[in-house]
């Protein structure tokens, strides 16, 4: 099993602080965009946290670790797109039998959910339409069962070495297709891709 308590003090009394969604996801807003300037990273919690800065799969180990920290199960959604475009990962949790998101993100959308969802399906849908390439074709193919991460027995907080075995954990878990055979998808308008422009952090 892995590692469930940080091998830090800086990186405790970090997580510690984060004991609601709210300060997790603007924890996460304020924390620098990580553009793999020096090549792909897959950093555990520890790390990015060190190096001051995360991309999605990164802010994601950062969220889950925040709640597990404070009780609740570290829960991973992978959205899943075709090949030509990326991947998103968010960290899920629930309120009242409602579920929210938690995302990190350099774009206007693709960002925190809050906790109004009925279903783990209706959450992943509602990122739907805003995940599109810059000619506005639409991407997202399935979504991924709740990924537990309690269950891994990578040490995804404090391990010092990128988590590729992890990513293909993930990658390999159960996902659910969300396009039904046949269908044909309207483009995203051209100020609906406009928007989407918009981003948090100059590369």
Same mark, same amino acid.
């Given at each position: 099993?892995?590692?469930?308590?940080?091998?830090?003090?800086?990186?405790?009394?970090?997580?510690?602080?984060?004991?609601?969604? #709210?300060?997790?996801?603007?924890?996460?807003?304020?924390?620098?965009?990580?553009?793999?300037?020096?090549?792909?990273?897959?950093?555990?919690? #520890?790390?990015?946290?060190?190096?001051?800065?995360?991309?999605?799969?990164?802010?994601?180990?950062?969220?889950?670790?925040?709640?597990?920290?404070?009780? #609740?199960?570290?829960?991973?959604? *992978?959205?899943?797109?075709?090949?030509?475009?990326? *991947?998103?990962?968010?960290?899920?949790?629930?309120?009242?039998?409602?579920?929210?998101?938690?995302?990190?993100?350099?774009?206007?959308?693709?960002?925190?959910?809050?906790?109004?969802?009925?279903?783990?399906?209706?959450?992943?849908?509602?990122?739907?339409?805003?995940?599109?390439?810059? *000619?506005?074709?639409?991407?997202?193919?399935?979504?991924?069962?709740?990924?537990?991460?309690?269950?891994?027995?990578?040490?995804?907080?404090?391990?010092?070495?990128?988590?590729? *075995?992890?990513?293909?954990?993930?990658?390999?878990?159960?996902?659910?297709?969300?396009?039904?055979?046949?269908?044909?998808?309207?483009?995203?308008?051209?100020? #609906?891709?406009?928007?989407?422009?918009?981003?948090?952090?100059?590369?």
């Amino acid at each position: 099993m892995q590692t469930s308590i940080p091998h830090t003090f800086a990186t405790y009394k970090t997580l510690k602080r984060l004991n609601t969604p #709210e300060k997790i996801q603007d924890f996460l807003n304020d924390l620098p965009f990580n553009f793999e300037r020096s090549g792909e990273t897959y950093r555990s919690v #520890e790390e990015s946290l060190k190096h001051g800065k995360a991309h999605c799969f990164e802010g994601a180990l950062i969220a889950a670790a925040a709640l597990q920290m404070h009780g #609740e199960k570290p829960l991973l959604l *992978d959205l899943y797109t075709n090949k030509k475009d990326v *991947d998103h990962v968010v960290v899920l949790f629930r309120r009242n039998g409602r579920w929210g998101a938690i995302s990190k993100t350099n774009h206007a959308v693709l960002r925190y959910r809050e906790p109004v969802y009925l279903s783990v399906r209706e959450l992943a849908m509602s990122y739907f339409h805003e995940y599109f390439l810059p *000619d506005g074709k639409k991407t997202l193919v399935s979504y991924s069962r709740p990924f537990d991460l309690s269950k891994s027995k990578i040490d995804w907080i404090s391990s010092k070495e990128h988590l590729h *075995d992890l990513v293909d954990e993930l990658d390999g878990s159960a996902h659910v297709p969300i396009l039904p055979k046949g269908i044909k998808l309207r483009k995203a308008d051209k100020v #609906e891709i406009k928007a989407g422009k918009i981003i948090e952090y100059k590369k």
